[in-house]
């Protein structure tokens, strides 16, 4: 599945991919759960963009905007595969990078090539170095390979802010 083009805005538990993290469930979510985002705005979201459980996902090129009540993007779970690359994150004063990964379950995630208020940042290491209680592993043991283009980073806020959302021609 592929969200793109969306505008997710002032919302608190926005994305949950997969269900609960029980021996039930698992088997059910397991290996059917792949899914990308591409181009869309978050805006003024507290969590879960997305939380991810049993799933593979992709996330590039997304504009993420928080607000006074953020507290992360990507939610780490249970047998997570997830990649997120090639974003842009507008941060306020006062919250740090590293906040926008939670881990929640032991599971590798993939992050490059990430943009935090215009600067290139390596958000497993800013995590790991401001949360080591969370340390998080590097490598999500797998590639995506079916994105469009990919634009860079820098350019992610112009591009989506603009062109995201009901209405607009992407």
Not at 31 to 52: C, D, I, K, Y
Not at 66 to 92: C, D, K, R, W
Request: charged share 20%; net charge negative.
């Amino acid at each position: 599945m592929t969200a793109s083009w969306n505008v997710f805005t002032d919302h608190d538990k926005t994305i949950l991919i997969g269900n609960s993290d029980s021996a039930s469930t698992a088997a059910v979510d397991r290996g059917h759960l792949r899914v990308t985002f591409h181009h869309n705005l978050f805006s003024g979201l507290v969590e879960r963009a997305p939380r991810v459980r049993f799933g593979q996902v992709d996330s590039y090129n997304n504009h993420f905007v928080a607000g006074s009540a953020y507290s992360y993007s990507f939610g780490i779970g249970m047998e997570s595969q997830l990649v997120a690359e090639h974003n842009a994150f507008t941060l306020p004063e006062g919250i740090s990078a590293a906040t926008v990964l939670k881990k929640w379950k032991e599971a590798p995630v993939t992050a490059a090539d990430n943009y935090v208020n215009g600067a290139p940042t390596d958000l497993i290491a800013v995590h790991n170095a401001e949360i080591p209680a969370e340390t998080l592993q590097s490598g999500a043991g797998w590639t995506p390979t079916l994105r469009t283009k990919v634009d860079p980073p820098r350019a992610v806020p112009g591009i989506v802010d603009h062109r995201a959302g009901a209405g607009k021609v992407c």
